[in-house]
């Protein structure tokens, strides 16, 4: 190992980068030539390998990582002999376009060799590098989709991308195998998509401009800010703006046309079960004339599981800019309700109505692990040291328990529907919409989740409404929750349960006050 250090050492005085790979390769042969053994700690771990050579080899490598991927790459540090060689010499060179070269010859069998010139011809050939990969980079083709890093990789050549690793001072080896730096490659890669975007005379797209410059004009609606960034190509133009947002509407139009009239979201697929929410989005509803305010509905579709995989063929950008006359009409079209008059429907209830006692007090192994649990975690809460804090809050205690690992949670939003969420008619269409999506993915049931408000006029509307007798309205978990610790407060309010819970530490005082 120090042998092979040493010679590392010299090769970077030299100005020659190493592909860690090759570099392992050559310990290899140097281990076996030699009659020993290579430690099983390499062998398991790479990683181990590579932090015995940095600690050896010292602050004169540095290392970075391509983009793609891959080997770790070795190359001289900032305290490296060679560049305070460069430094130390700098006054007594001719100049900066002189001729005088050094051999590239290598001893120690570097496996990559950048040709040691001049400063100005070594930054040239970079330069002239560098600024032909980006001319064979595509870019970002799939317009508003796939703004990821996956895409943002994609569009960054990986030369573009160690110069610019080189410039924040590489990374540690120990991150080999592991993530880097996000907040560091994040930058670079900002960096680099504004010289994508730059160099190609801003012909050539990338993931940062066209999200920058929808969420910039989603957020402000200003044509004035987006044109300011627009000049410092940081986003693209409002023009380009306008009309991938015409996309993006004619898109989603020929989607809904194309299912009879039903919209359905492109990462909701047929083979899992779908759950259904709706809200109310009210802005400025306070104020005093009524004017700028905004009251819509706004629909999801859930799926457990993670969503499928972009289809290919990404529409084009169309050239128009604006989407025809009344185009949102069908989508923007309410049902009537259907409510008896003069009256409030009653509950209605199908199938067996009998309620299973014996469910709710069998004893079975689980429960009997989690009231073992609980009253653990209560009698160490009552010994616990008030200075040590040892003992977990009792959310602490069950995330720290737990192994259930569900699936990623795919989200399917729908267009917002431009109509009051507590209306009758509204909420009328909300059901037939997700009633229509249950249909089309083949699914019988239809389960929707509201709040409080929500959830007692969709249920007075599935009462009135046999057409809707397979769908079940159900309250959200959290609105659930409170209507219980109301209960719960109605019946124990003056009887102390407010000072209990805070002498033992499972609310705070403004919690406990709170609930009741």
């Known amino acids: 190992m120090m042998q092979l250090c040493r010679d590392l050492s010299v090769g970077l005085a030299r100005g020659h980068v190493y592909d860690m790979a090759d570099v392992w390769d050559k310990y290899e042969r140097m281990c076996s030539e030699m009659g020993t053994c290579v430690p099983r700690s390499y062998q398991s771990r790479r990683s181990t390998f590579y932090s015995a050579v940095q600690q050896l080899v010292g602050p004169k490598a540095s290392y970075v990582r391509p983009l793609s991927k891959g080997s770790l790459l070795m190359y001289p540090g900032e305290k490296s002999d060679f560049l305070i060689s460069k430094t130390l010499t700098k006054s007594r060179q001719r100049g900066m376009f002189s001729s005088d070269s050094e051999s590239t010859e290598d001893e120690d069998g570097g496996v990559i060799q950048f040709a040691q010139g001049n400063a ?6 970079v330069a002239l590098r560098v600024r032909q990969d980006l001319l064979n980079t595509p870019g970002h083709s799939s317009t508003w989709q796939g703004l990821d890093q996956e895409h943002v990789d994609q569009v960054i050549p990986n030369s573009l ?5 080189m410039l924040f001072g590489g990374i540690d080896v120990v991150h080999e195998g592991i993530e880097e730096d996000n907040s560091v490659k994040q930058t670079v890669c900002s960096i680099a998509q504004d010289i994508v975007y730059a160099v190609s005379n801003r012909r050539k797209l990338t993931p940062k401009h066209v ?3 929808l ?11 987006l044109d300011l960034f627009h000049a410092a190509n940081h986003t693209i133009g409002i023009d380009t703006v306008r009309r ?5 509407a004619h898109n989603i139009l020929q989607r809904f046309a194309e299912n009879g009239y039903v919209y359905i979201p492109d990462n909701i697929i047929k083979e899992r079960m779908i759950h259904c929410s709706c809200d109310n989005i009210d802005v400025l509803e306070a104020t005093l004339d009524g004017k700028n305010t905004f009251h819509c509905t706004q629909m999801m579709v859930w799926q457990r599981g ?10 084009d950008i169309l050239r128009s800019r604006a989407i025809r006359p009344n185009a949102l009409q069908e989508f923007q079209r309410l049902d009537h309700a259907t409510l008896p008059s003069g009256q409030r429907p009653s509950p209605s209830f199908s199938g067996n109505t009998e309620i299973e006692i014996e469910w709710f007090s069998n004893n079975d192994n689980e429960r009997q692990k989690a009231r073992a649990k609980d009253l653990a975690w209560v009698v160490s809460r009552i010994y616990d040291d008030e200075e040590d804090g040892s003992v977990p809050t009792w959310r602490a205690l069950n995330e720290a328990t737990s192994i259930v690992d569900p699936h990623v949670t795919t989200a399917g939003m729908l267009p917002i529907l431009q109509a009051p969420a507590d209306d009758n008619d509204t909420l009328t269409t909300v059901i037939n919409r997700f009633v229509d999506i249950s249909n089309h993915t083949g699914q019988k049931h239809t389960i929707i989740t509201a709040d409080q408000p929500l959830y007692s006029r969709g249920k007075e509307l599935v009462w009135a409404n046999a057409t809707f007798s397979n769908v079940i309205f159900l309250m959200g978990g959290l609105h659930i929750c409170f209507n219980f610790l109301k209960a719960i407060g109605q019946h124990m309010e003056s009887a102390g349960l407010d000072d209990l819970w805070t002498e033992a530490g499972v609310y705070a005082a403004n919690t406990s006050c709170q609930t009741f």
């Open 120 to 125: 100005f011809q070594e930054m040239a050939h």
């Open 244 to 248: 991938i947002d015409t996309t993006i």
């Open 211 to 213: 999200g920058l410059g």
């Open 161 to 165: 991308y160690l110069l610019l690793r």
């Open 306 to 315: 993670p969503a499928p995989q972009q289809r290919q063929g990404d529409p």
């Open 215 to 225: 969420a910039l004009h989603q957020a402000t609606r200003s044509e004035a800010l």
